[in-house]
């Protein structure tokens, strides 16, 4: 685990996190782990099967799993989405999906960029970590790509990490097309859970999602603590 500094604006504060947070779904730490931490020390959003964190109280941080049944009809969805899918799944019937094209991400992250401005250093370590962990759907209309779904494959869980895509086509719903598509695939295969991750969202909510508070560590002084919102931590007095 590779930790990084981050600046309290405002102040000549700082803690240490999770280098890749932004990139993966969910930390984890062990005990071992937090022997070595560096101080102080703050990481959010970690799994809420890990033993070790406080659990939060954000709404924005919890959890949005569904658990697959053996068919897409069984999932117990929000009877609006349910008539929504059938509307987007005639919008798309001429779209063609590949698995895995090669260059995927490199072809599509254009569409990604024009809307998040992430820095290069930043977007760099996206695309290594995403490259190496994770699958992808290419969406094809008449020829032209116009969607790259992205998700990752641990164990028996699928994680969703997004959809790049060309806003010309918004009227299609290509990314909800894609997400129904790549949940099928994840019931076919036999996983038990697709992970659409934190998030208030109201379009993750209304697939009958569980969900679960996430945990966050942190080890602060109450001056930091206090500038964060933190009221669970452990307390240091000195930086």
Same mark, same amino acid.
């Given at each position: 685990?590779?930790?990084?500094?981050? =600046?309290?604006?405002?102040?000549?504060?700082?803690?240490?996190?999770?280098?890749?947070?932004?990139?993966?779904?969910?930390?984890?730490?062990?005990?071992?782990?937090?022997?070595?931490?560096?101080?102080?020390?703050?990481?959010?959003?970690?799994?809420?099967?890990?033993?070790?964190?406080?659990?939060?109280?954000?709404?924005?941080?919890?959890?949005?799993?569904?658990?697959?049944?053996?068919?897409?009809?069984?999932?117990?969805?929000?009877?609006?989405?349910?008539?929504?899918?059938?509307?987007?799944?005639?919008?798309?019937?001429? +779209?063609?999906? +590949?698995?895995?094209?090669?260059?995927?991400?490199?072809?599509?992250?254009?569409?990604?960029?024009?809307?998040?401005?992430?820095?290069?250093?930043?977007?760099?370590?996206?695309?290594?970590?995403?490259?190496?962990?994770?699958?992808?759907?290419?969406?094809?209309?008449?020829?032209?790509?116009?969607?790259?779904?992205?998700?990752?494959?641990?164990?028996?869980?699928?994680?969703?990490?997004?959809?790049?895509?060309?806003?010309?086509? =918004?009227?299609?719903?290509?990314?909800?097309?894609?997400?129904?598509?790549?949940?099928?695939?994840?019931?076919?295969?036999?996983?038990?859970?697709?992970?659409?991750?934190?998030?208030?969202?109201?379009?993750?909510?209304?697939?009958? +999602?569980?969900?679960?508070?996430?945990?966050?560590?942190?080890?602060?002084?109450?001056?930091?603590?206090?500038?964060?919102?933190?009221?669970?931590? +452990?307390?240091?007095?000195?930086?």
């Amino acid at each position: 685990m590779e930790f990084i500094k981050v =600046k309290i604006e405002g102040t000549k504060l700082f803690y240490w996190t999770w280098r890749d947070l932004p990139f993966l779904p969910y930390a984890w730490l062990t005990k071992e782990d937090l022997k070595k931490l560096p101080k102080p020390f703050f990481l959010p959003e970690i799994h809420p099967d890990c033993t070790v964190g406080f659990k939060t109280d954000n709404k924005d941080e919890y959890t949005n799993i569904i658990e697959l049944p053996d068919s897409f009809d069984k999932i117990k969805m929000d009877n609006d989405l349910r008539k929504d899918l059938r509307r987007v799944e005639k919008k798309n019937a001429d +779209v063609k999906i +590949v698995l895995n094209e090669e260059g995927a991400l490199d072809k599509s992250n254009k569409w990604f960029l024009s809307l998040w401005k992430e820095s290069k250093k930043d977007f760099a370590r996206r695309l290594e970590l995403w490259k190496q962990k994770c699958y992808t759907l290419s969406a094809y209309l008449e020829g032209e790509l116009i969607a790259v779904h992205i998700a990752m494959q641990e164990k028996n869980s699928i994680y969703y990490f997004g959809c790049w895509w060309n806003r010309k086509y =918004k009227n299609t719903s290509i990314p909800i097309f894609l997400l129904k598509k790549d949940i099928e695939r994840a019931i076919d295969n036999k996983m038990k859970y697709y992970d659409l991750e934190i998030g208030d969202e109201l379009y993750k909510k209304k697939w009958g +999602v569980i969900e679960k508070p996430t945990k966050y560590y942190a080890v602060l002084t109450k001056e930091i603590a206090e500038i964060l919102g933190i009221e669970k931590y +452990v307390k240091i007095n000195y930086l």
